[in-house]
């Protein structure tokens, strides 16, 4: 079993940056492949970032690659996501989340509550 927290997530202005946190919690929430996924409202959760259990292996989704970049730090427990030149369609709640075996873009085992991200025009 892993419990995921979220934080991290504001308002913030187009073109600014936030830095999302996510804390796991489990004895070895380390070897997990980890992502995090966003949903606006009246919209379909979808995938944003995905990183390997090492943490050499990372995707991202075509609307954010070069914009946020996923991080972790297993000795902490922690995954991470810098997000630069943010763009009000960034607006969502972005949960983080956790999977056993390799990093992909769905099927993951476990979600945190979500944290609410804010792009002002």
């Known amino acids: 079993q892993v419990q995921l927290v979220e934080s991290g997530g504001g308002l913030v202005q187009a073109g600014g940056s936030l830095r999302l946190s996510c804390a796991a919690s489990?004895?070895?929430?380390?070897?997990?492949?980890m992502g995090w996924f966003r949903q606006a409202p009246g919209k379909e959760r979808e995938f944003v970032a995905a990183?390997?259990?090492?943490?050499?292996?990372?995707y991202y989704a075509d609307s954010v690659k070069g914009r946020f970049t996923i991080s972790r730090d297993n000795a902490k427990n922690s995954v991470f996501l810098q997000m630069n030149s943010l763009k009000p369609e960034d607006t969502a709640v972005y949960y983080c989340?956790?999977?056993?075996?390799?990093?992909?873009?769905?099927?993951?085992?476990?979600w945190g509550q979500g944290t609410q991200v804010t792009v002002s025009s």
């Open positions: 989340a956790a999977r056993r075996g390799y990093a992909t873009t769905e099927l993951y085992d476990y």
């Open positions: 489990g004895r070895t929430a380390s070897s997990y492949a």
């Open positions: 990183i390997s259990w090492s943490g050499r292996t990372t």
